[in-house]
Each structure stands twice: as C-alpha cells, then as structure tokens.
C-alpha cells in the first residue's frame, strides 16, 4: 500500500519532490519518504509556496546531513541552532518562513508516526513587526508613463498593456492574473467584469475600470480571443514572431516583460509584478478610497494587510524633509 501512495501521487509533482528527497529523509526508510512526499504534493496547495518550503526544508536536512544527524536524532536544539545561524544571512520574514515551513512538516510526520515529537514546536522565531511593506511603487504619473509608452503595434504590446492595466486597477496578484482564462473576462449588468481565482481556491469579482475596459477590449479583439472560452487569457509568445500561442504566461515571463517595458518607458524604480497591486492601493487611497473597501477589492483577510500597500504618507515624508533648508 505504501508503495502505491508514491505511484498514486501527483504526476510530475511527486516526481519533482522525489527528485529533492533529502538523505536525512532517505535513510529514515520508506515510511518517512512517503510521508515527505505526501506532504508537499497533497497538503500545500499553492504552487509558489510549495517551492518556497520545499526549498527550505531541504535546506535544513542539508544542514542536518552535514552534521550527521540522523532525522530521529534531530532535537530543539538543532532547529534553534539553525534559526540562529539564518538570522545572520536572511531578513527576519525569511526565517519566520522557513521556520514555518520546518514545523509544518516535522508536523506532518508526528502524525504519520515517524517521529514521536516535533522539535520545532518549541522553537521561537524572530519577532518582526512592520507597518509599511516594502513593495516598490510607482506613482500615478509613472503608471500612466509605463502604460502609454508601450507599443502597441503588434498583440503583443496589447497584451502587455492589458496585463499591466489589469494588475494595477484590480488590484490582482499576478498568479491571479496570469490564472485567468478568456470566460473570466465577462459582461454582466452592462458592463464588463473580471472573475480572479486568488490564492486558497477563492474567487473574487469586481466590476473593470473604464481604462481598463478599453485596454482589454483592444487585447480582446487584437488577439481574436472573444471565442476561446476555457483558453488561457495572457498567453506567451512563438519565439520572435511577435505572435501569441495557446500556452498560459508563467511568473518568471511577466517578470521580464515588465523589467523590459519599465526600462523602455525610462522608470528607474526597480519594479516587479507585485508593484503593480500597491500602486492600484496607493492610489486608490490617495483619492479617498476607503482601506476596508480596498481590502476588499484586494481580497485580503485583513485590513492591516491592505495597510501594507498604502504609501500615501511618502509624499507628505518627502515634503517634510524638503523642510530641511540648509
């Protein structure tokens, strides 16, 4: 039966997880594989934060396996030494996470009877507390730069513009985004919709912004998408050709595309995909939005975590330091 669990497993997914088994796990025998694998193709769900902890955790029983330690014989002590040793080279969000993701799956097999205990449960992280994220931010202007310096002579231009439009008058993570597909693009009550699949299998809806009606509408009828139904929306590129094929965009591709638009449009802020999701806050807010109504057009859980996006108080810094008049 044990066996058939791994070949019962998720496709390529298990076979990833497979491929990264730790020593410390192998030697433990077949059980504390099986319940290694397991926990990563069945229990975490979101694809970047299965990376994330898979990458963690194997860094750990690296660690481990250096220090020959085998996984029964892995106490608090060691998980403490560890934390300690993190701190010195990642931000203390980084070893929060880490952590995390070490208790989880010391977690996971406590419950699976391969190890009595769990030795990070007593184990403390770093305290970090923070009021203001550091998500770079564009300003109004600057979006607006960014959008009307792309070129849009071939789809691909619209699509980029699309794309961007979207994250920032949504309010959209870019897996969200990139997630969606031509149906979640819809008229409804006279107007257009967009339907964002968020992380934890939610789905959230909110009308389009009038500018983004007309940046969708553009890539809509450029690309001939208004009849794929159940086809990706943002799809990637044949090569050089500059023409769309039926493959769904990846992060890493977004990425690149908005480091290469912001270099064309002059932006010198180093900006990435989330930026786009705190610039549609911050502006939102600078124009009397209000932060519960925003949290809930981000779909966020709570509102301190929209408050994290909010960096409307930069302007009034900057001008208080101008103060300075020497």
Same mark, same amino acid.
């Given at each position: 039966?044990?066996?058939?669990?791994?070949?019962?497993?998720?496709?390529?997914?298990?076979?990833?997880?497979? /491929?990264?088994?730790? +020593?410390? !796990?192998?030697?433990?025998?077949? @059980? $504390?594989? %099986?319940?290694?694998?397991?926990?990563?193709? *069945?229990?975490?769900?979101?694809?970047?934060?299965?990376?994330?902890?898979?990458?963690?955790?194997?860094?750990?029983?690296?660690?481990?396996?250096?220090?020959?330690?085998?996984?029964?014989?892995?106490?608090?002590?060691?998980?403490?030494?560890?934390?300690?040793?993190?701190?010195?080279?990642?931000?203390?969000?980084?070893?929060?996470?880490?952590?995390?993701?070490?208790?989880?799956?010391?977690?996971?097999?406590?419950?699976?009877?391969?190890?009595?205990?769990?030795?990070?449960?007593?184990?403390?992280?770093?305290?970090?507390?923070?009021?203001?994220?550091?998500?770079?931010?564009?300003?109004?202007?600057?979006?607006?730069?960014?959008?009307? /310096?792309?070129?849009? +002579?071939? !789809?691909?231009?619209?699509?980029? @513009? $699309?794309? %961007?439009?979207?994250?920032?008058?949504?309010? *959209?993570?870019?897996?969200?985004?990139?997630?969606?597909?031509?149906?979640?693009?819809?008229?409804?009550?006279?107007?257009?919709?967009?339907?964002?699949?968020?992380?934890?299998?939610?789905?959230?809806?909110?009308?389009?912004?009038?500018?983004?009606?007309?940046?969708?509408?553009?890539?809509?009828?450029?690309?001939?998408?208004?009849?794929?139904?159940?086809?990706?929306?943002?799809?990637?590129?044949?090569?050089?050709?500059?023409?769309?094929?039926?493959?769904?965009?990846?992060?890493?591709?977004?990425?690149?595309?908005?480091?290469?638009?912001?270099?064309?449009?002059?932006?010198?802020?180093?900006?990435?995909?989330?930026?786009?999701?705190?610039?549609?806050?911050?502006?939102?807010?600078?124009?009397?939005?209000?932060?519960?109504?925003?949290?809930?057009?981000?779909?966020?859980?709570?509102?301190?975590?929209?408050?994290?996006?909010?960096?409307?108080?930069?302007?009034?810094?900057?001008?208080?330091?101008?103060?300075?008049?020497?």
């Amino acid at each position: 039966m044990e066996g058939g669990l791994i070949k019962k497993s998720d496709g390529k997914l298990a076979e990833n997880v497979q /491929s990264g088994l730790p +020593s410390v !796990v192998m030697m433990a025998g077949k @059980r $504390a594989a %099986i319940r290694f694998i397991e926990f990563f193709a *069945a229990e975490i769900r979101n694809p970047n934060t299965r990376r994330a902890y898979q990458r963690a955790v194997c860094d750990f029983f690296i660690w481990c396996e250096t220090r020959g330690l085998a996984l029964e014989r892995i106490g608090p002590v060691h998980v403490a030494a560890y934390i300690e040793r993190l701190q010195k080279d990642l931000a203390r969000p980084s070893v929060k996470q880490h952590l995390a993701a070490i208790r989880m799956v010391f977690d996971y097999l406590v419950l699976g009877q391969v190890i009595p205990t769990n030795p990070a449960a007593a184990v403390r992280g770093p305290k970090y507390s923070t009021k203001r994220g550091k998500t770079p931010v564009l300003s109004a202007e600057e979006a607006r730069q960014l959008l009307d /310096s792309i070129d849009t +002579s071939s !789809v691909v231009g619209f699509r980029d @513009r $699309a794309l %961007i439009a979207l994250m920032v008058y949504t309010f *959209a993570r870019v897996g969200a985004a990139i997630g969606m597909g031509v149906e979640d693009w819809y008229f409804q009550n006279r107007r257009w919709w967009v339907r964002l699949h968020e992380k934890g299998g939610k789905q959230h809806e909110m009308p389009a912004h009038h500018s983004l009606e007309a940046y969708m509408t553009a890539y809509m009828e450029a690309a001939v998408l208004t009849d794929q139904k159940h086809t990706p929306l943002f799809r990637t590129t044949r090569g050089k050709t500059k023409r769309l094929t039926e493959h769904r965009m990846s992060q890493p591709e977004v990425y690149l595309m908005i480091r290469r638009r912001a270099a064309g449009a002059g932006i010198k802020t180093l900006i990435g995909c989330h930026t786009f999701r705190a610039t549609g806050i911050t502006a939102y807010l600078t124009n009397g939005g209000k932060l519960e109504v925003a949290q809930q057009m981000a779909a966020h859980e709570s509102a301190r975590t929209t408050g994290l996006y909010d960096r409307c108080g930069d302007d009034i810094s900057l001008d208080e330091v101008e103060r300075i008049l020497i």
